[in-house]
């Protein structure tokens, strides 16, 4: 089994994408979806998905650590036909599943630079996917994988678009600046934010939002509201634009997400979050990294583990067919 980020010195490890380095799951490859070989090779499929097991700074309920691979033995479980589109749409693409990136625990900061490394890596590479799918792990991951993208494309013309219940606007949070509760905060640093779902802040990052002229957040109230007027907003703040998608699932409701480390109250529906999908999928020049976090899997609950399989097809499906429309 290839090891993906041991240290900092992960861009100069090998990032094997055959899928000989899979790991097998009830004796099938371990790849999303299931897909047959020649689907999920990396150089048939068009999107690649990365697990990042990661869980260092969780501050109330752990297990998100196990996100990913519930994720992917939920997929085994989603049809590949999708009504929205008429078509089994991951027929026409096809998704690679890389082996899940090795944590560094020597600290959050080795974490997030080794993120990046591979990240850069990985979309800079001569064979490189044209969407790349990152399953957590905690929510700290994306500092590493916005810096990441930055690295490797450049942050002309990006933006991140972060559906969520928290703010993550921490400067730092219990000692550290890569805290699943800083997330937000480090993105902003390296480009704007376009926030949906927040209905959990502390005092300074209220007062830090305030200030910030490159975050627009949309608070619970509005995010939940049956006009949705904020998908106006949305799209104009993605057109043209290279967009990074960080789904929080705790930025559902939990009624249908209860298996998250850090549940609020409220939250947007499932159908609202394929809103925001379809309108980032639509508007923007390109979507090239999604990830998808936070998912603490419950035991002998599936509904949860099954909603962030299913939509991480959407995700690949919608950014796919958006660059068709």
């Known amino acids: 089994m290839a090891e993906i980020g041991k240290s900092k010195a992960a861009s100069k490890s090998k990032i094997d994408t055959s899928n ?5 799951y009830m004796g099938a490859s371990w790849n999303f979806l299931g897909l047959p070989d020649e689907l999920a090779s990396p150089e048939r499929a068009r999107g690649w998905l990365l697990p990042i097991p990661y869980e260092a700074t969780t501050s109330y309920g752990a297990g998100t650590r196990e996100g990913p691979a519930a994720i992917l033995a939920a997929s085994r479980q989603v049809e590949l036909y999708d009504h929205e589109f008429g078509c089994e749409p991951a027929m026409d693409y096809g998704i690679h599943t890389l082996a899940p990136m090795n944590p560094v625990l020597t600290s959050p900061g080795a974490m997030i630079e080794a993120i990046e490394e591979v990240v850069a890596e990985l979309l800079s590479g001569k064979k490189h996917p044209e969407v790349l799918g990152i399953l957590g792990g905690e929510h700290s991951i994306s500092a590493g994988v916005v810096r990441g993208i930055a690295r490797a494309r450049s942050v002309k013309n990006l933006v991140a678009v972060h559906v969520d219940a ?15 509760a800083c997330a937000a905060r480090r993105i902003v640093e390296t480009c704007p934010i376009f926030q949906i779902g927040i209905r959990n802040l502390s005092l300074g990052e209220a007062a830090f939002l305030r200030n910030c002229k490159t975050a627009h957040t949309v608070f619970s109230e509005a995010s939940t509201d049956p006009g949705g007027v904020f998908l ?13 998608l960080t789904i929080d699932l705790d930025g559902l409701d939990p009624s249908i997400m209860p298996a998250v480390g850090t549940p609020e109250p409220g939250g947007i529906s499932w159908e609202r979050l394929l809103e925001v999908v ?20 419950l035991p002998g609950y599936r509904a949860a ?18 660059v068709e429309i």
């Open 166 to 180: 928290h703010a993550d606007m921490r400067d730092e949070y219990e000692g550290s600046p890569f805290s699943h």
């Open 305 to 322: 583990d099954f909603l962030a399989a299913k939509l991480v097809y959407k995700l690949f499906s919608s950014i796919f067919k958006g």
């Open 20 to 24: 000989s380095t899979l790991h097998t």
């Open 278 to 297: 379809r309108t980032v999928s639509t508007s923007a020049a390109s979507v090239p990294v999604f990830d998808i976090v936070e998912l603490a899997p």
């Open 232 to 244: 106006q907003d949305l799209a104009k703040f993605v057109q043209n634009k290279n967009v990074y």
